[in-house]
């Protein structure tokens, strides 16, 4: 085997994510048909299987940004593939985020790929690898909102319309939290290269804990009001109401009852 044909294998995208990207394909297409019995059922699929290929896609643009900065590694980490299997706290970055929103319907980040930051040069690059990844949601969620902000939901489906939303509600509150400066987030990694040796070293004992500790905070009910007003804020500005976000957690929440209204809005 050549080196050229390793690298090329490096990359290839892994049969796990098509197999991720082809439940949220087929989940989808229930959603929208209404193919399902219980719609709910679908919902909750097809959310949970876009969500953790947005979490996959968030992890390779770090790895992608990584290898472009000058971190030859990732290719044999398996970083390239798309695989979350391949990450290297697979907990962190897919499982726990995962329970966030089982839990709480909240789009919490999840841990990271391995970058050799020795190989990297500059601190604009080490700030930008950092970004990548909540930029990815940004991203993300553009697409999902897409539909809201182009007002073209004439004959969009009210099930798959309301996880669209709800979607698009991860999507946004994923970009934002990762873009808190706290240790062990995403928005802690753009601004350290510019921090002192002093103030990285005092921080450093807290990055294990930033995510549980920002989670933890989202539970005052305080706290948590604050931060969904600016949440829904964001997504009236792209067309979405707050009804859209919540009949969209309410099918999602197969072990609940479905709300009456959900089930009847246009």
């Not at 601190?123 to 909540?134: D, M, N, T, V, Y």
């Amino acid at each position: 085997m050549t080196a050229t044909t390793t690298r090329h294998s490096d990359r290839r995208i892994s049969p796990v994510f098509v197999g991720i990207l082809a439940v949220t394909a087929v989940t989808g297409w229930a959603t929208w048909t209404g193919f399902a019995e219980q719609p709910g059922i679908a919902v909750f699929l097809f959310v949970t299987a876009a969500w953790i290929v947005s979490l996959c896609l968030h992890e390779y643009a770090h790895a992608r940004t990584a290898l472009h900065s000058g971190d030859i590694s990732v290719g044999a980490k398996g970083y390239l593939t798309l695989n979350p299997l391949k990450y290297t706290h697979a907990l962190l970055s897919i499982v726990l985020p995962v329970i966030f929103l089982i839990m709480g319907g909240i789009g919490l980040p999840g841990g990271a790929v391995f970058i050799e930051r020795g190989r990297i040069r500059g601190r604009w690059r080490h700030s930008l690898i950092s970004a990548a990844g909540p930029l990815t949601n940004v991203l993300f969620a553009a697409v999902c909102t897409a539909p809201f902000w182009l007002d073209v939901l004439d004959g969009v489906p009210r099930d798959f319309r309301y996880a669209l939303a709800f979607l698009a509600l991860l999507q946004v509150t994923a970009a934002l939290l990762n873009f808190l400066p706290v240790p062990g987030l995403d928005g802690y990694g753009v601004i350290e290269p510019w921090l002192s040796y002093r103030i990285k070293r005092q921080v450093e004992p807290f990055a294990p804990f930033g995510l549980l500790f920002v989670f933890a905070l989202l539970w005052l009910p305080a706290v948590n009001h604050a931060f969904f007003d600016v949440i829904d804020s964001v997504l009236s500005a792209l067309g979405i109401s707050e009804v859209d976000t919540y009949c969209g957690q309410n099918l999602y929440r197969v072990w609940q009852e479905t709300n009456e209204y959900c089930q009847v809005s246009p």
